[in-house]
């Protein structure tokens, strides 16, 4: 099929599936069907889901389309969004991904580390200005404290007692690990019984050991990550999951990672949500060694998150943009393709900005809300964990269906 242009490509939200669905291979559609009859994506078989993912022309609209009438029917008309604040206490470590442009090295002269006071003055900051959660994690320096990361929480909960701490990747669960020799779940365990209320599904990128030899030789393996999730589910830690595409990998690896994913929730049902990281690839060294494409076309941005709503469907109803790694527009085409959250304030992100991205380090609530006001669907800050919804505008102004139709995992 031929591909389509952007503009094509940006006109989906306009479409309903009674339009696309006369224009799509047989194949495709009944797979498409398949999923919005029982909306459940582990009724699609693997070659079905490889299909899905590897679809073009005509078809990706029908991925789109599809995949915002399952939102629609799952997640309702909410767009939720959570009040938080970003603080990487830390851009020293030595482990070399490639894809990385915050790390340092300890002697650059850009390099920082803040106090245990500084992070909880910063937590403190947020909680006054409406943050309930702080997402905490940097990067890993040679020779820190062996609890260290369990001071850091003691710090934040003890200068900002109600804060959610969402904090450490699977990776500096491996290295806290290492510093204090202790078996991983006792090591989660402290961590929870510190303050410790949720854990970043982060450094997962591709969850194949030889795609990960290519972004970074010293990061944990696949096998460790999936063993840290698992552990901290069964811990009571819950976590986020997410995939960095648009690099080296290929669209089998993204049917695979969400397959692994659903496998995980299965077991653990410990996933807050599914997030979709576009590869920010301007100022990394993945890139400028020839390594990597140059992240994502407008079609994968669109194609990855509609196939995370249909392939985990029934599994992880929040499917999350992630609004630095996108721009404001093309975080808005993804929630119209499946995706129903959009992440977190920040009010400090420096991690995509470093690699190059350029949508801004902090998007205010009133912002979110009137992005969200833009689509035609109706803003509401939640928490962390998606227990608590708060709509933003008056219940009198929306229908008695639209009011009805949120449902929450
Ligand atoms: S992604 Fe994290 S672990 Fe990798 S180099 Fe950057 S800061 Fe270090």
Redesign the pocket.
């Known amino acids: 099929m031929p591909a389509l242009t952007p503009s094509e490509l940006e006109a989906f939200p306009a479409l309903e599936w009674s339009d696309v669905a006369p224009r799509l291979s047989p194949a495709l559609r009944s797979s498409l069907e398949k999923v919005l009859e029982t909306q459940n994506g582990a009724t699609l078989s693997l070659e079905e889901s490889f299909a899905l993912a590897n679809a073009d022309g005509d078809d990706v609209l029908g991925l789109l389309v599809a995949a915002n009438l399952l939102r629609s029917e799952l997640a309702g008309n909410l767009v939720t969004y959570v009040v938080n604040r970003n603080i990487n206490f830390t851009?020293v470590?030595?482990?070399?991904?490639k894809?990385?442009a915050?790390?340092r090295g300890p002697r650059e002269s850009d390099a920082y580390f803040l106090s245990f006071d500084q992070v909880a003055q910063k937590a403190v900051e947020a909680w006054q200005l409406g943050a309930t959660e702080v997402c905490i994690?940097?990067?890993?320096p040679h020779g820190l404290p062996p609890f260290y990361y369990r001071d850091i929480l003691r710090a934040v909960k003890n200068a900002a007692p109600r804060m959610h701490i969402h904090a450490f990747?699977p990776?500096e669960i491996v290295y806290g690990v290492e510093l204090t020799g202790m078996p991983l779940a006792d090591y989660l365990s402290m961590l929870r019984d510190n303050g410790l209320n949720t854990l970043p599904g982060t450094?997962a990128e591709i969850l194949d050991d030889e795609v990960r030899a290519i972004l970074?030789r010293n990061?944990l393996s696949t096998a460790q990550w999936i063993e840290v999730i698992r552990t901290a589910h069964r811990c009571g830690i819950r976590t986020t999951s997410t995939m960095m595409y648009g690099h080296t990998e290929t669209p089998a690896h993204w049917v695979r990672q969400m397959l692994l994913l659903r496998e995980i929730q299965q077991e653990t049902g410990g996933f807050t949500e599914f997030v979709p990281l576009g590869f920010v690839h301007q100022n990394t060294l993945l890139f400028h060694q020839g390594l990597a494409r140059s992240g994502p076309t407008l079609a994968e941005h669109l194609k990855v998150h509609a196939l995370a709503r249909l392939l985990l469907a029934g599994s992880i109803n929040n499917i999350q943009v992630s609004w630095v790694k996108l721009n404001r527009k093309l975080s808005q085409l993804c929630l119209h393709a499946g995706a129903n959250d959009y992440g977190g304030t920040l009010m400090e992100e420096n991690?995509s900005r470093e690699a190059g991205a350029t949508a801004g380090q902090y998007t205010s609530p009133e912002d979110f809300q009137s992005l969200i006001l833009e689509m035609g669907r109706i803003p509401a800050e939640r928490n962390t964990t998606y227990t608590r919804i708060n709509l933003k505008l008056p219940v009198e102004a929306f229908t008695a269906e639209e009011a009805l139709s949120a449902e929450f995992a």
């Open positions: 851009n470590c030595f482990v070399g991904c894809f990385c915050f790390s994690q940097g990067g890993l990747s990776m450094a970074s990061k991690i």
